[in-house]
């Protein structure tokens, strides 16, 4: 990566969802500077560099191949192997192969859809907030699921799980909206991860450690439906 990308990666736009903290933390940084002293000043100024920082949502260029499935975000690959998907999506009781991908509070937090279909069910679930490195955590952590239905009729499912930070989870899409591989569709503040469910007939790609880039790395490959049957 050039150095000139790199800048426009760590300066690019922030997500709408990041503007009430970078907006209150330059207030603090403004009123308390002028009222209350230095040290006020720069911790708002401080958070708000970092809010500017976190919430960055740079433009992303899925692949011009088809057939394939898109990392949902930024992070890093800490689980890969068969599981359920999530009761409420109503998918089955048949095992997937599933790709956890978690976020750090330094990678880009925009979740992208990993194929193009259409949103059949959206479902959110409370409950804790555990490190969600951890396996249980796609169980026991608040999460929003999502499932969608590719133009070949194979489902494959998403789902944006808390943190140990994490707060608060945004979902932009809708059921019945169609979606495109690689578009936005959601944001999860401050430390979080975001699992994928394979479809019938994947080629898992994807390794444990592997760093992905939402939108833009290729998880898995889609076989034909007739070399699936």
């Not at 760590?10 to 709408?16: G, I």
């Not at 720069?42 to 433009?59: H, K, N, Q």
């Not at 979080?192 to 898992?204: A, C, I, N």
């Not at 889609?222 to 070399?227: D, G, H, S, V």
Request: net charge positive; charged share 20%.
């Amino acid at each position: 990566m050039s150095l000139l990308s790199s800048i426009r990666l760590v300066v690019a736009k922030p997500h709408p969802a990041g503007k009430p903290f970078i907006y209150g933390g330059a207030a603090v940084a403004v009123i308390g500077g002028l009222l209350l002293g230095d040290w006020l000043f720069w911790i708002g100024a401080v958070f708000t560099l970092f809010c500017l920082y976190f919430f960055r949502d740079p433009e992303r260029v899925p692949p011009p191949r088809g057939q394939v499935v898109l990392a949902p975000a930024d992070g890093r690959v800490v689980l890969a192997g068969p599981a359920v998907p999530p009761p409420e999506l109503g998918l089955g009781d048949a095992p997937r192969y599933r790709i956890c991908i978690f976020l750090s509070v330094l990678d880009v937090h925009v979740n992208r859809m990993p194929v193009e279909g259409v949103v059949t069910r959206i479902a959110y679930r409370h409950g804790a907030f555990l490190n969600a490195s951890l396996d249980k955590a796609s169980l026991d952590n608040e999460r929003n699921a999502l499932a969608i239905r590719m133009p070949d009729g194979r489902s494959i499912a998403v789902v944006q799980i808390a943190g140990l930070i994490a707060r608060r989870i945004l979902c932009h899409v809708r059921e019945g909206d169609q979606v495109q591989a690689g578009e936005r569709f959601g944001i999860i503040r401050f430390g979080s991860r975001t699992d994928v469910y394979l479809p019938e007939g994947s080629r898992p790609l994807a390794v444990l450690g592997q760093t992905m880039i939402g939108g833009e790395t290729v998880v898995a490959e889609l076989l034909p439906m007739a070399a699936t049957a």
